[in-house]
């Protein structure tokens, strides 16, 4: 795989730091919660900023003000952001949304295929109120992340498996077969994802004590109890004050262990696209 060069990587990262202070100010302006997650956190909380290889930022939303802040940047930033998830282009196939510089180009191998205009981003976490009920919650999670990942079939047929072996070969052949089912039954793409947001948003309307982004690759690591998220903390990333969950430090020891440890080596990836374009910038 092709890596970035020191100075291209601190040109991605400058501007997504660019998306991210806008995003920032637009939500600070109109009352709207987000919160750094994951590799951002462990930026924030082990470099005050970027994770040093990494190249990309992870926001977090709750879905009502997540569709807030898209409203507000495509009526009000139309002239510097372009805006991409699936209720905008069902080829997207993706569940997070993509807040992108208009006049760049960023696609990843995964997606190179694929009919879409890509550019350098800020990627955007829908968080959607979770049952209460255990067992009410765990039939959501499934829902969700299953059409979820018939999506991602049903447009990459031949997805990156991170399994090596045998196992990693069936898994191969699975989804290759079950692709090639859904073709055959003509399955659509609106269709699927109809049944994932009808998961996704089956409790906004109710007043729950989690959140939770259902569509990771572990359906049950990114839930969260509203108690653990606020009030939000401030944590210095890249010279600016980044609002975090009040938890963050236990939520990444959870997800990620002594995620202070800096890892070896072969296990610092990144995303190095297979077309990359600054254009203005």
């Known amino acids: 795989m092709k890596e970035y060069d020191d100075q291209t990587l601190h040109h991605v990262q400058q501007c997504e730091l660019g998306i991210l202070k806008d995003v920032v100010e637009i939500c600070e302006e109109h009352g709207l919660t987000y919160f750094g997650l994951a590799g951002t956190g462990i930026g ?69 295929k694929l009919p879409l205009d890509l550019g350098i981003f800020l990627d955007m976490y829908a968080f959607d109120n979770v049952a209460d009920d255990e067992k009410a919650y765990r039939k959501q999670v499934w829902d969700a992340w299953f059409w979820a990942h018939i999506r991602i079939l049903l447009s990459i047929p031949d997805p990156v498996i991170q399994m090596s072996g045998w196992k990693g070969t069936v898994m191969k052949a699975a989804c290759l ?33 989690r959140i939770g982004y259902l569509c990771d690759t572990n359906r049950f690591t990114q839930t969260y109890a ?6 939000l903390s401030r944590v210095q990333f890249e010279g600016m004050e980044l609002c975090f969950p009040k938890e ?12 202070m440890q800096l890892p070896p080596l072969e296990k610092r990836k990144n995303h190095f696209p297979a077309r990359l374009d600054f254009g203005p910038y």
């Open 177 to 209: 077969a079950a692709a090639g089912a859904f073709k055959f039954f003509r399955v659509s793409k609106k269709w699927v994802y109809r049944r994932e947001k009808e998961a996704r948003t089956r409790y906004a309307r109710q007043k729950t004590q």
């Open 248 to 259: 963050i430090d236990s939520m990444l020891r959870d997800m990620f262990g002594d995620y």
């Open 44 to 112: 924030a909380m082990r470099h005050q900023g970027f994770i040093p290889w990494d190249d990309d930022i992870d926001i977090g939303m709750p879905t009502r003000d997540l569709d807030t802040l898209i409203e507000i940047i495509q009526q009000q930033y139309a002239d510097k952001y372009t805006v991409m998830n699936a209720d905008i282009n069902l080829e997207y196939p993706l569940a997070t949304t993509r807040i992108m510089l208009k006049g760049t180009e960023f696609c990843e191998e995964a997606l190179s």
């Open 226 to 231: 509203w108690k653990d998220i606020v009030p």
